[in-house]
């Protein structure tokens, strides 16, 4: 069964630092990664979805790689921004059963 | 595009009473849609996989006689909390996907409050 690991839980940065955010996930048999958003009491904005025969995507200031032979993915905030706190999280299917198995997350403070 | 909705986006109710959360993919047809709970703190746990025309699969400790769900037509599911209790406060989200193991587009979300 798919486990996913996120780390750090918690991040604080000063405004303007580039930051990585770590995923790990224990079946590499994936066919897809997705990184989500969500800020507090809201719903998940989806950020990036990266497909196994993809090593990386990137949108604006987002890049997200993945290494199934390692079964890590990261997310790396470039130029962060108090507007980008929120809690990210991961998420990697369970087998082919398209249940998405999410990590615990990774709370983002940005700093101004 | 790929846009999914969710009605009502909060409710508080009563202990005892049932309550019912839709899920609408708005301009797809959704083979599949997923039920997540979300309680505070925490992340987004599986609750059932739903599709059409089917009856759903939930997820190990998921009681189908509290959680019905209906997966009628290709564009809305409904998630019915029955006999709610305080402990079944929590954000409800929901996804639907074309297929089962396509990209899954997820609602807003509904918080419900059981006093």
């Known amino acids: 069964k798919q486990e996913v690991t996120q780390i750090p839980a918690a991040l604080s940065v000063p405004e303007g630092e580039n930051l990585v955010l770590n995923c790990s996930f224990t079946?590499?048999?994936?066919?897809?990664l997705q990184w989500f958003r969500q800020d507090p009491g809201k719903g998940l904005t989806s950020l990036l979805l990266?497909?196994?025969?993809?090593r990386e995507q990137t949108s604006g200031r987002l890049n997200a790689s993945l290494d199934k032979s390692s079964g890590r993915s990261t997310l790396y905030i470039a130029a962060s921004q108090p507007g980008d706190s929120a809690t990210y999280l991961c998420?990697?299917?369970?087998?082919?059963?398209?249940?998405?198995?999410f990590g615990q997350g990774t709370t983002l403070q940005v700093k101004p | 595009g790929a846009v999914v909705s969710q009605h009502p986006s909060w409710v508080i109710c009563k202990s005892g009473t049932s309550v019912k959360i839709e899920c609408r993919s708005l301009?797809?047809?959704?083979?599949?849609m997923f039920w997540y709970r979300q309680f505070p703190k925490q992340s987004l746990m599986l609750m059932a996989t739903?599709?059409?025309?089917?009856?759903?699969?939930?997820e190990q400790g998921v009681e189908k006689d509290k959680f019905l769900i209906n997966h009628a037509s290709l564009t809305l599911s409904t998630l019915t909390v029955t006999s709610a209790h305080p402990e079944d406060s929590s954000f409800y989200i929901c996804?639907?996907?074309?297929?089962?193991?396509?990209?899954?587009?997820f609602g807003p979300g509904t918080r419900l409050t059981v006093l």
């Open positions: 079946d590499s048999a994936i066919y897809n």
């Open positions: 301009d797809f047809q959704a083979t599949t």
């Open positions: 990266i497909q196994s025969s993809q």
């Open positions: 998420a990697a299917p369970n087998g082919n059963t398209g249940k998405l198995i």
């Open positions: 739903s599709n059409e025309g089917s009856k759903a699969t939930y």
């Open positions: 996804s639907a996907s074309i297929g089962t193991v396509d990209t899954q587009y």
